[in-house]
């Protein structure tokens, strides 16, 4: 399921360290019903995962 396996890499600069956020039902969805625009990060992990280029 893409939910369980989806996650996207952030950084976070108060510990200068990078970490990996789990994507959300609810972020999948808005994006399937047009509220939102995926972010590049979002971008860049669906293409990995699909194995796809973004151009």
């Given amino acids: 399921m893409l939910v369980r396996d989806l996650k996207i890499c952030v950084y976070d600069k108060s510990t200068n360290r990078f970490f990996y956020k789990n994507v959300t039902k609810g972020s999948i969805g808005n994006l399937e019903n047009n509220r939102n ?7 860049l992990a669906l293409s990995e995962y699909y194995d796809v280029s973004t151009d």
Avoid at 37 to 42: A, E, H, I, Q, R
């Fill in 37 to 43: 625009k995926p972010n590049l990060d979002l971008v």
